[in-house]
Structure formats: C-alpha cells, structure tokens
Nanobody
Framework: QVQLVESGGGLVQAGGSLRLSCAAS????????MGWFRQAPGKDREFIAI????????AYADSVKGRFTISLDNAKNTMYLQINSLKPEDTAVYYC?????????????????WGQGTQVTVSS
C-alpha cells in the first residue's frame, strides 16, 4: 500500500522559513515523479514543484522560484520542501503527491497518490 505522509507545517511570521517533509512508503519509488501542491480555501490546487526520485531532476512553478526548494533524502525515503521568506499569500494546505507515469505537465490529476496535507499559516 502506497502511503505519503506530510509534516512540518505550522504558524510562522512573514519572512520566516519552514521545511515540509513527505515520508513515502509502500513500494519502491525509484521510478516515481514526486510533486508538491498547495490549496487555499476556495481556490484551485496550485502546482509548486516536482522532482524525479531517480536523478533528482527538478522543475518549479514560476511563482515560487527563488524561495522554494524541493529535494530528496534517498536513505530516509523522504521528500522535502524548503520554504524561505514566507509571505501571507503562502498560507494554504500543502500536499505531496506521486506518480509512476513517465512524464507530467504539472496538472494535479496526473498524480495517483496523495498525502493528507499539512497546514501552513503565515501571519503578517
């Protein structure tokens, strides 16, 4: 059974930093494409970044380039999202996702597996 579990969210003042984690289990992920998404209440799910488990190739949404960094720890089977210079507009539920498709465009429906989400709240 594939399972993705996010952690690391919380309440942070604007300008602060967080590192979100996504623990992956249930099968080998060596061929997976992993992604981070976020969703604020009443808004569409937004693509943040992707990384390939094998090779560590990355791609980012233009809106987060320079502040967000996606990475993997292969030994711990964990994906991370480092978020710096947090802004109030970053407030959302952050989700990790995985797909075993060979390529993706960034759309949320391309991902077969999802975590439960972790809340990030940024105060002014």
């Amino acid at each position: 059974q594939v399972q993705l579990v996010e952690s690391g969210g919380g309440l942070v003042q604007a300008g602060g930093s967080l590192r979100l984690s996504c623990a992956a289990s249930g099968r080998t992920f060596r061929s997976a494409i992993m992604g981070w998404f976020r969703q604020a209440p009443g808004k569409d799910r937004e693509f943040i970044a992707i990384i390939t488990w094998n090779g560590g190739n990355t791609a980012y949404a233009d809106s987060v380039k320079g502040r967000f960094t996606i990475s993997l720890d292969n030994a711990k089977n964990t994906m991370y999202l480092q978020i710096n210079s947090l802004k109030p507009e970053d407030t959302a539920v952050y989700y990790c996702a995985a797909t075993f498709k060979t390529s993706v465009s960034g759309a949320y429906h391309e991902y077969e597996y999802w975590g439960q989400g972790t809340q990030v709240t940024v105060s002014s």
